[in-house]
Structures are given as structure tokens and as C-alpha cells.
């Protein structure tokens, strides 16, 4: 995580047998996905895969950006870039960003979820970042569909929840991702 946060990946040890809930980005929910295996075979979409995220909303306060940054998009290109190793195998997809691709966005660990045999896919993590100033809890989930074995598109929704410094935290972000098979 940026500026000092350690990641402590949750998806499989949250506490389970709460009521269920309507919210998608709630966190047994994100936890659940993570969990759950698809019915998709093989493994032709693993590689590395060049992605772009577009912010369509974000209501974190940018001086957040000192403990997690998930909204800054690169100036520049107007979006932001980053690199990620894809792994399919058994009906699961892992996402694992590689490190220093973006320093402009850390979900704190890796995505995984179900792939079906028609390309769709969800994947979730659930992270908690804590340093001297802040302890926030960060929520991600990716719906997309892959276009044959070097494409793919969807929304990736983020939610931070927590305490930063002084100030308590509850925000969200939503981007458009596009993805292309580097190799």
C-alpha cells in the first residue's frame, strides 16, 4: 500500500454468518466472491495484461491520496496505467498488480474471484491498511467480461472506510477498466 500501509488480505477470514446484504461492495460479499469458483476451464487468459482504469466518479477527498491513493488518475494520459499478472485456472481468475506499475493506485493486494467459459468474471479483495495515522479498510470489486483470450472490460468499484489521521473515512470510486494481453 502506498506511504507505509501494510495490507493484510481478509478475503478468506472474515467473519462469516452475518444477514446478507444488497450492497455488492459490502464486505462479506467481496469476501464471498473471492471465494467462489467459476465453471470456466483451462488456462489461456493467464499472462500479463497492460490495463486502464478510467475514473467515472470518486467521492474521496484528495488529501486521502497521503494514506491510499484510488482515485488519482496520470495527468498525462488521463487515466490511470497499470500492469497486471493474470492467473486462470479451475473456474478462478487471480488479478495481481505488479508493484510500481501505478504509483497512483494500490488496492493493497491481489483480486480473485470466478470465470465462466463464456469470459465473464467478478473478482474481489478485501484489505486492511493500518500505519501510525491511519487504519483504513479497503474494499474492491471488479465485474468484467474478457473478449476471447486478449481482451477484456468492466467496472471496478473501491471503497475505503476507516480513520485517516483526525478524520473519518468513507468514500468510493468507480472506473471503467479496459484491458489488453501484454504477452
Known amino acids: 500500500m502506498t506511504r507505509g500501509l501494510v495490507g ?11 444477514a446478507e446484504s444488497d450492497d455488492p461492495m459490502d464486505r462479506d460479499a467481496v ?16 499472462g500479463t495484461w497492460g490495463v486502464r482504469l478510467v475514473e467515472q ?10 494514506y491510499f491513493s484510488i482515485c488519482q488518475a496520470d495527468e498525462a494520459l488521463g487515466f490511470i496505467p497499470l500492469t ?3 492467473v486462470e485456472g479451475d473456474g478462478v481468475i487471480t488479478l495481481v498488480p505488479e508493484s510500481g506499475t501505478s ?15 463464456d469470459g ?9 491498511g493500518i ?10 470489486r471488479l465485474e468484467a467480461e474478457m473478449d476471447g483470450t486478449e481482451a477484456f472490460a468492466g467496472e471496478l468499484r473501491v471503497r475505503l472506510r ?7 473515512v468513507s468514500c468510493e470510486s468507480l472506473h471503467e477498466l479496459q484491458a489488453d494481453r501484454l504477452f
Do not use: W
Not at 500505519?131 to 474492491?140: C, F, K, Q, S, Y
Open 8 to 18: 493484510a488480505v481478509l478475503a478468506g477470514g472474515l467473519v462469516l454468518g452475518c
Open 31 to 46: 469476501a464471498e466472491l473471492a471465494r467462489t469458483q467459476g465453471d470456466a476451464q483451462g488456462g489461456a487468459r493467464t
Open 57 to 66: 466518479t470518486c467521492t474521496c477527498p484528495s488529501d486521502i491520496a497521503a
Open 84 to 86: 497486471m499478472r493474470v
Open 103 to 117: 504509483p497512483n493506485f494500490d488496492l493493497g493486494g491481489e483480486l480473485s474471484g470466478p470465470i465462466d467459459a
Open 120 to 128: 465473464t468474471f467478478g473478482a474481489g479483495i478485501v484489505t486492511i
Open 131 to 140: 500505519d501510525v495515522a491511519a487504519e483504513l479498510v479497503v474494499t474492491a
Open 162 to 168: 476507516g480513520k485517516a489521521g483526525e478524520r473519518t
